[in-house]
């Protein structure tokens, strides 16, 4: 009996131990983990690599997000945290934040498992991992190569390599035109948006600002201008209700001026102008 319940007690206490020294598994969708032991728990990927789903059109159609005011996330801000063996501080603000660097994605491997947020991490919305931006922090994304932009929400940790700036779900990175080729240059500027007091309406202080000198060629249509935040982001989401085309706030103080794109044709933008004044849009003008 006694060599029974000696046994029972050093099989507790081993379990018990392996339990305490185990390494805190990642939260996020790459890398992303607080522990100080590299990448611990990658195992529990049902996928051995990373790959892309087959429908890319899909992911070119999805329309950018419209940046809402959010509380700092409960999960994920830690700071400071380490991985790999390098230590890494969040920031307090993500306000008045641009970046330009190196841009990667990930994929399916990671599809619906937690992020560093907490959330599940979803391929097909428009999403992004980054080091040191507080979670989440909104921002528009620009290939420098060719000009094209998105909005993407970042909620995650990562891309843990010194010559990555920002990891990129799949989605977006189809609508910058980097997920064929892995890698992209890239400027990341943070949008700030701040809550509007007694309204109940968020405002984002720079929804878009101008692109850089790379998407100088970019063609657009302007929908409206107007003096309150409110009436664009009215139109907006009426836009939103009947097209799949890019629809942003670009906010010129005083003015909030709702422009439709990027087209990368006069033809397609024409074709835009068109079906836009078939359902009642007037006064569409190009853009700039």
Known sequence: MRYWIAL?????????SACQSAPTAPAGGGTSTTSDNGAPGSDRYSQKHDAAPSDRQSALQTVNPAPIYEPKSRYGNHSPYRVYGVSYTVMDSANDYIADGTASWYGSKFHGHRTSSGEAYDMYKLSAAHKTLPLPTWAKVTNLDNGKSTIVRVNDRGPFHSERLIDLSWAAAVKLGIDQQGTGRVRVEA??????NGSGQSVAAALNSPPPAASSSELYLQLGAFSQIQSAQNLVANIRSQFQ???????TAPIYRVWLGPFTTTDERDTARQSLAEAGFDAVNAAP
Request: charged content about 10%; glycine content about 0%; overall charge neutral.
């Open 8 to 16: 029972f007690s050093l099989i507790n206490l081993l379990a018990l």
């Open 245 to 251: 085309w890019p629809v942003v706030i670009r906010p």
């Open 191 to 196: 949008i700030t948006v701040a809550a509007d």
